[in-house]
């Protein structure tokens, strides 16, 4: 089990990239009363986070790293974000999924629309950490439903940590759906919360087929937790606005690219 001191360094970590995102600096003083802990525990957050390419550190303080690097807003927020493409993709994800199969859907609102589109589908075991996907899944009487527990991500509406990891490792499925936050077609799959890339690492470890849904927006962008290399994908589904360039690296490594038209 995670020491409860880490888990907090991670969460205050978390908390300090939301600050950063929100109002564009952070402040060391500032912090430091916020979390009730030293000036010297916040600056070595940032300098953690500065080597992880989350921000830049400036005098007392951070700024935030404009560019590449994406943040973790609210699920809320980001349904709003790029939908059409995102529906495309949960409706080409969904034809994947086969009859009694059993998947994983990992959280994110690219996975939640395959669940929008199982009409097809009458018998189906489906694991989902995610409470959003969960709630759509009560109306499939039919669906054999896990959850494998944890504690709430808020930001997300996902179970992460011990007791999610160490559920997870009893199970054996067929395909694993995974959204993400950045995709970087020469280095792998990227997400901003530590405890929810170790998550998704053994939902791949567990899974005979691990595919990647991404919008073209996901492309080009890290974040602050790496998940996986390109050649642990399968299959990546994306809209139809990713580049030829990055079509072409991802099939050279292996990977089979679909594109949902929208």
């Not at 990239?17 to 912090?31: A, M, P």
């Not at 529906?87 to 690219?110: N, P």
């Not at 959850?147 to 011990?162: E, F, K, M």
Request: net charge neutral; glycine share 6%.
């Amino acid at each position: 089990m995670r020491p409860k001191s880490k888990r907090f360094t991670v969460s205050r970590r978390n908390q300090i990239l939301q600050r950063l995102h929100e109002n564009g600096q952070v402040l060391v003083n500032d912090l430091s009363r916020e979390f009730h802990v030293s000036e010297v525990t916040i600056r070595n957050d940032l300098e953690q986070l500065e080597q992880k390419q989350a921000l830049i550190r400036a005098r007392g303080g951070a700024i935030r790293m404009e560019g590449n690097v994406s943040f973790d807003p609210r699920i809320a927020d980001k349904d709003r974000l790029h939908y059409a493409e995102k529906a495309a993709i949960g409706k080409k994800a969904a034809q994947l999924i086969k009859e009694r199969d059993t998947v994983i859907l990992d959280s994110g609102t690219t996975t939640a629309e395959i669940v929008k589109n199982l009409s097809h589908i009458n018998e189906l075991t489906i694991i989902t950490n995610a409470l959003n996907i969960v709630n759509q899944l009560v109306s499939f009487s039919k669906f054999n439903v896990i959850v494998p527990g944890g504690y709430l991500r808020n930001t997300a509406l996902s179970l992460i940590g011990p007791l999610a990891e160490k559920n997870l490792k009893g199970f054996c499925v067929d395909k694993v759906f995974v959204g993400v936050d950045g995709l970087d077609t020469r280095a792998g799959a990227y997400t901003p919360n530590l405890d929810e890339a170790h998550l998704n690492e053994i939902m791949i470890e567990i899974s005979q087929e691990v595919i990647l849904v991404a919008d073209s927006s996901k492309f080009n962008k890290k974040s602050l937790a790496f998940i996986c290399p390109l050649g642990t994908i399968d299959t990546v589904i994306t809209d139809s606005m990713a580049s030829g360039e990055d079509i072409k690296r991802m099939e050279d490594a292996g990977i089979r690219v679909l594109v949902a038209d929208n």
